[in-house]
């Protein structure tokens, strides 16, 4: 709920849905409900993390540390959002994507991911103001 208010109200949006749409209800259309039947609470998604790209959720049974925790009792979610308040329209998202999306070995402690959902990276780029010449007779400054 929180999300369109920010969105609305803020006057922000959202860097991961800058280059494209959000696939969110794309993604889930393609999941096999309900969630919570007895299998999927034995193994993350029932088997089915293949059918969950690593692109738009960043908390899934598939990551391991959610699964300790929730197992099957939650939809795959978008947890995180890099939000941009960019009223002039000099920032434009360049790229946009999870992070620390695999499992890593941590020795005798085991492999696993570094936290119960996954990061979000973006990059941005600000053009200059349109106005931000000089005027011919302003006043160079002393400074290099």
Request: contains cysteine; charged residues 20%.
């Amino acid at each position: 709920m929180m999300y369109p208010l920010m969105l609305h109200h803020g006057g922000l949006d959202g860097a991961h849905s800058g280059l494209a749409p959000a696939r969110d209800v794309a993604r889930m259309n393609r999941l096999v409900l309900p969630f919570s039947q007895g299998t999927d609470a034995d193994a993350p998604l029932a088997g089915r993390c293949a059918d969950v790209p690593v692109d738009t959720f960043a908390a899934t049974d598939c990551n391991s540390r959610y699964f300790q925790q929730v197992a099957a009792t939650e939809c795959p979610a978008r947890l995180d959002y890099l939000m941009i308040r960019d009223v002039a329209r000099h920032v434009r998202v360049a790229a946009s994507e999870l992070v620390y999306t695999e499992s890593l070995d941590f020795g005798a402690a085991g492999s696993f991911e570094l936290s119960d959902h996954f990061g979000m990276s973006a990059t941005l780029h600000r053009s200059a103001p349109r106005n931000s010449r000089r005027h011919p007779r302003a006043r160079r400054s002393a400074w290099p």
